[in-house]
């Protein structure tokens, strides 16, 4: 099994800044990829990036593209994303999620953390 725990978001105006981590604990060596998902009230929980665990490769949705970066500190066991230029229709609850390795689908989740974006 694969625990993960988010920190980071919480309120900010449109143009800000935030970083949400993503810490993973457990059977972390199964782990092919990690992800950030958001799901806005009364929407469908939808993809936001990827990065691979092991090389580092990564895909962003074209809605953060060039605003978002994600990364990972291998020292720290930490997954980052970092959230500039925010508009308010990126509030949300986000969600970090691995897929071990072998499996197509996302299997493991965090608890969420909120992000709200003011205009």
């Known amino acids: 099994q694969v625990q993960l725990v988010e920190s980071g978001g919480g309120l900010v105006q449109a143009g800000g800044s935030l970083r949400l981590s993503c810490v993973p604990s457990?059977?972390?060596?199964?782990?092919?990829?990690m992800g950030w998902f958001r799901q806005a009230p009364g929407k469908e929980r939808e993809f936001v990036v990827s990065?691979?665990?092991?090389?580092?490769?990564?895909y962003y949705a074209d809605s953060v593209k060039g605003r978002f970066t994600i990364s990972r500190d291998n020292a720290k066991n930490t997954v980052y994303l970092q959230m500039n230029t925010l508009k308010p229709e990126d509030t949300a609850v986000y969600y970090c999620?691995?897929?071990?390795?072998?499996?197509?689908?996302?299997?493991?989740w965090g608890q969420g953390t909120q992000v709200t974006v003011s205009s």
């Open positions: 990065i691979s665990w092991s090389g580092g490769s990564t």
């Open positions: 457990g059977r972390t060596r199964s782990m092919a990829v």
């Open positions: 999620a691995a897929r071990v390795i072998g499996y197509s689908d996302y299997s493991h």
